[in-house]
Protein backbone atom coordinates (compact mmCIF):
# COMPACT_ATOMS: atom_id res chain seq x y z
CA UNK A 1 0.00 0.00 0.00
CA UNK A 2 1.25 3.00 -1.03
CA UNK A 3 0.21 6.94 0.34
CA UNK A 4 -1.69 8.58 -2.08
CA UNK A 5 1.22 11.86 -1.53
CA UNK A 6 0.23 13.67 -4.90
CA UNK A 7 -2.83 15.87 -3.52
CA UNK A 8 -1.02 17.30 -1.00
CA UNK A 9 1.89 17.96 -3.20
CA UNK A 10 -0.61 20.03 -5.61
CA UNK A 11 -2.30 21.49 -2.96
CA UNK A 12 0.83 23.31 -1.77
CA UNK A 13 1.87 24.21 -5.26
CA UNK A 14 -1.82 26.07 -5.68
CA UNK A 15 -0.73 28.19 -2.51
CA UNK A 16 2.75 28.93 -3.89
CA UNK A 17 3.76 27.25 -0.57
CA UNK A 18 5.81 24.67 -2.57
CA UNK A 19 9.45 24.50 -1.39
CA UNK A 20 12.65 23.67 -2.85
CA UNK A 21 15.96 23.58 -2.12
CA UNK A 22 18.39 25.31 -4.71
CA UNK A 23 21.73 23.81 -5.57
CA UNK A 24 24.60 26.25 -4.51
CA UNK A 25 27.47 25.73 -6.36
CA UNK A 26 29.75 28.31 -4.54
CA UNK A 27 30.77 28.43 -0.45
CA UNK A 28 28.68 30.69 1.64
CA UNK A 29 29.61 33.97 1.33
CA UNK A 30 28.98 37.30 -0.19
CA UNK A 31 28.14 36.02 -3.22
CA UNK A 32 26.56 32.72 -4.16
CA UNK A 33 26.98 30.72 -7.27
CA UNK A 34 23.40 29.27 -8.32
CA UNK A 35 22.81 27.36 -12.20
CA UNK A 36 26.02 29.07 -13.25
CA UNK A 37 24.71 32.50 -12.23
CA UNK A 38 26.74 34.67 -10.03
CA UNK A 39 24.71 36.79 -7.47
CA UNK A 40 25.24 38.70 -4.43
CA UNK A 41 23.64 36.99 -1.48
CA UNK A 42 21.26 38.12 1.02
CA UNK A 43 20.15 34.76 2.71
CA UNK A 44 22.98 33.46 4.60
CA UNK A 45 22.83 33.47 8.36
CA UNK A 46 26.51 34.05 8.29
CA UNK A 47 26.51 37.37 10.08
CA UNK A 48 30.08 37.94 10.72
CA UNK A 49 31.70 36.53 7.61
CA UNK A 50 33.58 33.54 8.98
CA UNK A 51 32.04 30.38 7.54
CA UNK A 52 34.93 31.14 4.77
CA UNK A 53 37.28 32.36 6.95
CA UNK A 54 40.85 31.19 6.70
CA UNK A 55 41.67 30.43 10.16
CA UNK A 56 38.61 28.94 10.39
CA UNK A 57 39.35 26.47 7.56
CA UNK A 58 42.96 25.74 8.95
CA UNK A 59 41.45 24.84 12.50
CA UNK A 60 39.43 22.68 10.71
CA UNK A 61 41.68 21.22 8.39
CA UNK A 62 44.78 21.05 11.08
CA UNK A 63 41.81 18.99 13.10
CA UNK A 64 40.41 16.63 10.69
CA UNK A 65 44.21 16.19 9.91
CA UNK A 66 44.79 15.02 13.50
CA UNK A 67 41.17 13.45 14.99
CA UNK A 68 39.70 12.18 11.60
CA UNK A 69 36.22 12.98 9.93
CA UNK A 70 34.08 11.32 12.42
CA UNK A 71 33.58 11.34 16.19
CA UNK A 72 32.53 7.55 16.05
CA UNK A 73 30.38 7.49 18.62
CA UNK A 74 27.79 9.51 21.17
CA UNK A 75 29.22 12.06 24.10
CA UNK A 76 28.08 8.60 26.48
CA UNK A 77 30.03 5.79 24.60
CA UNK A 78 33.19 7.37 23.01
CA UNK A 79 32.55 10.46 20.97
CA UNK A 80 33.76 12.85 23.08
CA UNK A 81 37.10 14.11 22.08
CA UNK A 82 39.17 16.60 23.72
CA UNK A 83 38.20 19.47 21.17
CA UNK A 84 34.52 18.86 22.47
CA UNK A 85 35.37 19.38 25.57
CA UNK A 86 37.55 22.45 25.21
CA UNK A 87 34.69 23.59 23.32
CA UNK A 88 32.29 23.38 25.98
CA UNK A 89 34.53 24.72 28.31
CA UNK A 90 35.54 27.95 25.75
CA UNK A 91 31.41 28.75 25.87
CA UNK A 92 30.96 28.41 28.70
CA UNK A 93 33.59 30.73 29.51
CA UNK A 94 32.51 33.02 26.35
CA UNK A 95 28.79 33.34 28.18
CA UNK A 96 29.40 33.89 31.89
CA UNK A 97 28.16 30.55 32.78
CA UNK A 98 29.07 27.20 34.79
CA UNK A 99 28.49 24.96 32.02
CA UNK A 100 27.97 24.36 28.68
CA UNK A 101 26.63 21.22 26.45
CA UNK A 102 27.20 20.24 22.83
CA UNK A 103 24.47 19.20 20.69
CA UNK A 104 24.73 18.03 17.23
CA UNK A 105 21.95 21.12 15.88
CA UNK A 106 20.06 23.70 17.46
CA UNK A 107 16.87 21.95 16.73
CA UNK A 108 18.22 18.90 19.03
CA UNK A 109 19.25 21.66 21.73
CA UNK A 110 16.22 22.65 22.12
CA UNK A 111 13.67 19.33 21.71
CA UNK A 112 16.80 18.22 24.66
CA UNK A 113 16.07 20.69 26.88
CA UNK A 114 12.63 20.79 27.05
CA UNK A 115 11.91 17.31 27.11
CA UNK A 116 14.70 16.51 29.72
CA UNK A 117 13.24 19.48 31.98
CA UNK A 118 9.42 19.56 31.74
CA UNK A 119 6.78 16.80 31.61
CA UNK A 120 2.70 16.46 32.35
CA UNK A 121 2.81 17.98 35.66
CA UNK A 122 4.69 21.17 34.40
CA UNK A 123 3.99 24.05 31.68
CA UNK A 124 5.58 25.91 29.05
CA UNK A 125 4.93 29.57 27.91
CA UNK A 126 6.08 30.10 24.51
CA UNK A 127 5.99 33.91 22.23
CA UNK A 128 3.72 33.14 19.44
CA UNK A 129 6.98 33.59 17.28
CA UNK A 130 9.34 31.35 18.21
CA UNK A 131 11.05 29.08 16.54
CA UNK A 132 9.63 26.02 15.44
CA UNK A 133 11.53 24.19 17.45
CA UNK A 134 11.07 25.34 20.49
CA UNK A 135 7.71 25.18 19.82
CA UNK A 136 7.78 21.55 18.66
CA UNK A 137 10.04 20.83 22.10
CA UNK A 138 7.04 22.32 24.14
CA UNK A 139 4.81 20.02 22.48
CA UNK A 140 6.91 16.96 23.23
CA UNK A 141 7.52 17.63 26.37
CA UNK A 142 3.98 16.62 27.43
CA UNK A 143 3.79 19.98 29.37
CA UNK A 144 0.95 21.91 29.58
CA UNK A 145 1.66 24.55 25.90
CA UNK A 146 0.69 27.86 26.35
CA UNK A 147 1.37 30.76 23.92
CA UNK A 148 1.50 34.21 24.26
CA UNK A 149 1.51 37.66 22.43
CA UNK A 150 4.76 38.76 20.79
CA UNK A 151 6.76 40.07 23.08
CA UNK A 152 3.81 41.04 25.36
CA UNK A 153 5.39 40.51 28.98
CA UNK A 154 1.71 41.82 30.74
CA UNK A 155 0.16 38.75 28.68
CA UNK A 156 3.06 36.59 30.13
CA UNK A 157 2.55 37.39 33.20
CA UNK A 158 -1.23 36.78 33.47
CA UNK A 159 -0.96 33.30 32.01
CA UNK A 160 1.58 32.76 34.59
CA UNK A 161 -0.21 33.87 37.53
CA UNK A 162 -3.07 31.23 36.35
CA UNK A 163 -0.76 28.77 36.37
CA UNK A 164 -0.62 25.88 38.87
CA UNK A 165 2.00 23.83 36.78
CA UNK A 166 5.00 22.32 39.00
CA UNK A 167 7.57 23.96 36.52
CA UNK A 168 6.90 27.06 34.76
CA UNK A 169 9.36 27.42 31.93
CA UNK A 170 9.40 30.64 29.97
CA UNK A 171 10.71 30.03 26.42
CA UNK A 172 11.69 32.93 23.86
CA UNK A 173 13.73 33.99 21.06
CA UNK A 174 16.32 36.52 21.79
CA UNK A 175 16.31 37.93 18.23
CA UNK A 176 13.19 36.36 16.57
CA UNK A 177 14.54 34.92 13.71
CA UNK A 178 12.04 36.05 10.94
CA UNK A 179 11.68 39.43 12.02
CA UNK A 180 14.73 40.21 13.93
CA UNK A 181 13.83 41.83 16.64
CA UNK A 182 14.80 41.51 20.18
CA UNK A 183 12.69 39.81 23.26
CA UNK A 184 12.57 42.46 25.82
CA UNK A 185 14.56 40.00 28.19
CA UNK A 186 14.63 42.41 31.36
CA UNK A 187 10.79 42.58 31.60
CA UNK A 188 10.46 39.24 30.91
CA UNK A 189 12.72 38.39 33.88
CA UNK A 190 10.87 39.98 35.77
CA UNK A 191 7.89 38.67 35.32
CA UNK A 192 9.48 35.14 35.52
CA UNK A 193 11.04 36.30 38.73
CA UNK A 194 7.60 37.45 40.21
CA UNK A 195 5.90 34.05 39.55
CA UNK A 196 8.60 31.68 40.03
CA UNK A 197 9.02 30.56 36.65
CA UNK A 198 12.69 29.96 35.23
CA UNK A 199 13.44 31.67 31.86
CA UNK A 200 15.12 29.90 28.60
CA UNK A 201 16.55 32.29 26.15
CA UNK A 202 17.24 30.46 22.16
CA UNK A 203 20.19 33.09 21.24
CA UNK A 204 20.46 31.64 17.44
CA UNK A 205 20.65 34.92 15.88
CA UNK A 206 22.42 37.10 18.67
CA UNK A 207 25.10 35.00 19.32
CA UNK A 208 28.11 36.57 18.03
CA UNK A 209 26.64 39.50 16.72
CA UNK A 210 25.19 41.40 19.85
CA UNK A 211 27.17 43.21 22.70
CA UNK A 212 30.57 44.53 22.29
CA UNK A 213 32.47 40.77 22.76
CA UNK A 214 29.72 39.14 20.51
CA UNK A 215 27.73 37.10 23.74
CA UNK A 216 24.95 37.77 22.69
CA UNK A 217 21.39 38.94 23.44
CA UNK A 218 21.49 38.43 27.32
CA UNK A 219 25.02 41.14 27.76
CA UNK A 220 23.77 43.30 25.25
CA UNK A 221 20.32 43.34 27.55
CA UNK A 222 22.12 42.90 30.59
CA UNK A 223 20.15 39.96 32.01
CA UNK A 224 22.56 37.12 31.83
CA UNK A 225 22.44 36.34 35.26
CA UNK A 226 18.60 36.52 35.07
CA UNK A 227 18.28 33.92 32.26
CA UNK A 228 18.69 30.57 33.93
CA UNK A 229 19.02 28.37 30.52
CA UNK A 230 20.77 29.98 27.41
CA UNK A 231 20.61 27.63 24.20
CA UNK A 232 22.90 29.55 21.35
CA UNK A 233 23.88 28.02 17.79
CA UNK A 234 26.84 27.50 16.47
CA UNK A 235 25.77 27.82 12.14
CA UNK A 236 24.99 31.68 12.10
CA UNK A 237 27.15 33.98 13.52
CA UNK A 238 29.74 31.67 14.43
CA UNK A 239 29.94 30.39 10.88
CA UNK A 240 30.03 25.98 11.63
CA UNK A 241 27.53 24.37 12.85
CA UNK A 242 25.81 22.28 15.93
CA UNK A 243 24.45 24.04 19.11
CA UNK A 244 24.89 24.61 22.75
CA UNK A 245 23.17 24.75 26.11
CA UNK A 246 24.96 26.41 28.78
CA UNK A 247 23.47 27.40 32.53
CA UNK A 248 24.30 25.71 36.09
CA UNK A 249 26.68 22.88 36.44
CA UNK A 250 23.42 21.03 38.24
CA UNK A 251 21.76 21.93 34.49
CA UNK A 252 24.22 20.41 32.50
CA UNK A 253 24.23 17.56 34.69
CA UNK A 254 20.21 17.24 34.38
CA UNK A 255 20.92 17.34 30.46
CA UNK A 256 23.31 14.45 30.36
CA UNK A 257 21.58 12.38 32.12
CA UNK A 258 17.92 13.34 30.48
CA UNK A 259 18.16 14.90 27.26
CA UNK A 260 17.25 12.26 24.56
CA UNK A 261 18.53 14.32 21.93
CA UNK A 262 22.00 14.46 23.20
CA UNK A 263 22.16 10.70 24.50
CA UNK A 264 20.97 9.20 21.37
CA UNK A 265 23.09 10.39 18.58
CA UNK A 266 26.48 11.01 17.37
CA UNK A 267 28.97 14.25 18.52
CA UNK A 268 29.45 16.31 16.06
CA UNK A 269 33.02 16.23 14.80
CA UNK A 270 35.79 17.21 16.66
CA UNK A 271 36.96 18.96 13.59
CA UNK A 272 33.46 21.36 13.76
CA UNK A 273 34.30 21.62 17.60
CA UNK A 274 37.98 22.97 16.75
CA UNK A 275 36.68 25.05 14.03
CA UNK A 276 34.22 26.57 16.53
CA UNK A 277 36.68 27.00 18.91
CA UNK A 278 38.29 29.36 16.76
CA UNK A 279 35.56 31.27 15.32
CA UNK A 280 34.28 32.13 18.42
CA UNK A 281 37.78 33.24 19.45
CA UNK A 282 37.48 35.58 16.25
CA UNK A 283 33.76 36.79 16.94
CA UNK A 284 34.71 37.56 20.12
CA UNK A 285 37.86 40.04 19.80
CA UNK A 286 37.31 40.53 15.97
CA UNK A 287 34.58 43.76 16.77
CA UNK A 288 35.47 45.41 13.48
CA UNK A 289 33.13 42.71 12.16
CA UNK A 290 29.97 43.85 14.28
CA UNK A 291 31.16 47.49 13.62
CA UNK A 292 31.00 46.67 9.89
CA UNK A 293 27.68 45.07 9.93
CA UNK A 294 25.77 47.70 12.22
CA UNK A 295 27.06 50.49 9.63
CA UNK A 296 25.60 47.92 6.37
CA UNK A 297 22.37 47.59 8.62
CA UNK A 298 21.86 51.66 9.22
CA UNK A 299 22.71 52.12 5.30
CA UNK A 300 20.19 49.69 4.42
CA UNK A 301 17.36 51.07 7.06
CA UNK A 302 17.67 54.37 5.88
CA UNK A 303 17.88 53.63 1.79
CA UNK A 304 15.05 51.17 2.67
CA UNK A 305 13.03 53.84 4.02
CA UNK A 306 13.65 56.50 1.73
CA UNK A 307 11.90 53.83 -0.17
CA UNK A 308 9.04 53.60 1.17
CA UNK A 309 9.23 50.20 1.89
CA UNK A 310 7.76 48.56 4.90
CA UNK A 311 10.69 47.53 7.28
CA UNK A 312 10.29 45.68 10.82
CA UNK A 313 11.33 47.09 14.34
CA UNK A 314 14.84 45.29 13.78
CA UNK A 315 18.26 46.88 14.81
CA UNK A 316 19.37 43.13 14.25
CA UNK A 317 20.76 41.46 10.50
CA UNK A 318 17.82 40.61 9.85
CA UNK A 319 15.90 42.83 8.28
CA UNK A 320 12.52 41.99 6.07
CA UNK A 321 10.51 43.69 3.72
CA UNK A 322 6.64 42.93 4.45
CA UNK A 323 5.27 42.55 1.53
CA UNK A 324 1.87 40.48 2.29
CA UNK A 325 0.59 38.00 -0.14
CA UNK A 326 2.89 35.02 -1.07
CA UNK A 327 2.92 35.98 -4.43
CA UNK A 328 3.82 38.89 -4.41
CA UNK A 329 6.74 38.16 -1.85
CA UNK A 330 7.38 35.38 -4.92
CA UNK A 331 7.26 37.84 -7.17
CA UNK A 332 9.69 39.99 -5.16
CA UNK A 333 12.30 37.89 -5.03
CA UNK A 334 12.15 36.27 -8.11
CA UNK A 335 12.48 39.92 -9.86
CA UNK A 336 15.20 40.76 -7.29
CA UNK A 337 17.41 37.14 -8.72
CA UNK A 338 16.83 38.67 -12.62
CA UNK A 339 18.69 41.39 -11.15
CA UNK A 340 21.34 39.22 -9.50
CA UNK A 341 20.31 39.58 -6.12
CA UNK A 342 19.01 36.82 -3.44
CA UNK A 343 16.41 37.13 -1.22
CA UNK A 344 14.29 34.61 0.18
CA UNK A 345 10.95 34.83 0.34
CA UNK A 346 9.37 33.96 3.54
CA UNK A 347 6.02 32.51 3.73
CA UNK A 348 3.51 31.17 5.90
CA UNK A 349 3.52 28.78 8.15
CA UNK A 350 6.86 30.26 8.66
CA UNK A 351 5.32 33.67 9.58
CA UNK A 352 1.63 34.66 9.87
CA UNK A 353 -0.73 34.06 7.11
CA UNK A 354 -0.84 37.36 5.07
CA UNK A 355 2.77 38.48 6.20
CA UNK A 356 5.18 37.36 3.29
CA UNK A 357 8.40 38.77 3.30
CA UNK A 358 11.72 39.02 2.04
CA UNK A 359 14.01 38.03 4.39
CA UNK A 360 17.51 40.61 3.80
CA UNK A 361 20.00 39.07 5.87
CA UNK A 362 23.50 41.09 6.12
CA UNK A 363 26.85 39.79 6.55
CA UNK A 364 29.95 41.68 7.24
CA UNK A 365 31.24 39.81 4.85
CA UNK A 366 29.11 42.20 2.66
CA UNK A 367 30.45 46.06 1.18
CA UNK A 368 28.51 49.10 1.38
CA UNK A 369 27.95 48.39 -1.95
CA UNK A 370 26.57 45.27 -2.03
CA UNK A 371 23.63 47.24 -0.16
CA UNK A 372 23.68 49.59 -2.53
CA UNK A 373 22.95 47.39 -5.52
CA UNK A 374 20.22 45.88 -3.24
CA UNK A 375 18.27 48.99 -2.81
CA UNK A 376 18.51 50.34 -6.35
CA UNK A 377 17.31 47.23 -7.27
CA UNK A 378 14.57 47.58 -4.31
CA UNK A 379 13.85 51.15 -6.04
CA UNK A 380 13.44 50.09 -9.47
CA UNK A 381 11.01 47.28 -8.35
CA UNK A 382 8.81 50.12 -6.58
CA UNK A 383 8.83 52.10 -10.23
CA UNK A 384 7.77 48.85 -12.50
CA UNK A 385 4.91 48.11 -9.68
C1 LIG B 1 18.38 28.22 13.29
C2 LIG B 1 17.65 28.23 14.57
C3 LIG B 1 17.55 27.10 15.38
C4 LIG B 1 18.05 25.75 14.91
O1 LIG B 1 19.43 25.68 14.93
P1 LIG B 1 20.13 24.62 13.98
O2 LIG B 1 21.49 24.49 14.55
O3 LIG B 1 20.12 25.22 12.61
O4 LIG B 1 19.33 23.37 14.07
C5 LIG B 1 16.95 27.20 16.61
N1 LIG B 1 16.43 28.36 17.02
C6 LIG B 1 16.47 29.48 16.26
C7 LIG B 1 15.87 30.74 16.78
C8 LIG B 1 17.07 29.44 15.01
O5 LIG B 1 17.08 30.53 14.26
Known sequence: MTFDLSADLEERHRQHRYRQPQIMESPCGRHAVVNGQRYLNFCSNDYLGLANDPEVIAAFQNAAG????????????????????????????HTGRERALLFSTGYM?????????LGKADAVFEDRLNHASLLDGGLLSGARFRRFAHNDADALNRLLQRSEARRKLVVV??????DGDEAPLAALADVCEHNGACLMVDDAHG????????RGSLFAQGVNERTQILMGTLGKG?????????????LIETLIQFARTYIYTTAMPAAVAAATQVSLAKARRESH??????????????????????LMGSTTPIQPILVGSDEQA??????????GLLVTAIRPPTVPEGQARLRVTLSAA???????ALLAALSQYQETD
Do not use: Y
Open 66 to 93: EWGVGSGASHLVCGHQRPHQDLEEALAA
Open 109 to 117: ANLGVMTAL
Open 173 to 178: DGVFSM
Open 207 to 214: LGVLDEKG
Open 238 to 250: LGTGGAFVAGSAE
Open 289 to 310: RREKLATLIARFRDGARQLGLT
Open 330 to 339: LALSQALREQ
Open 366 to 372: HDTADVD
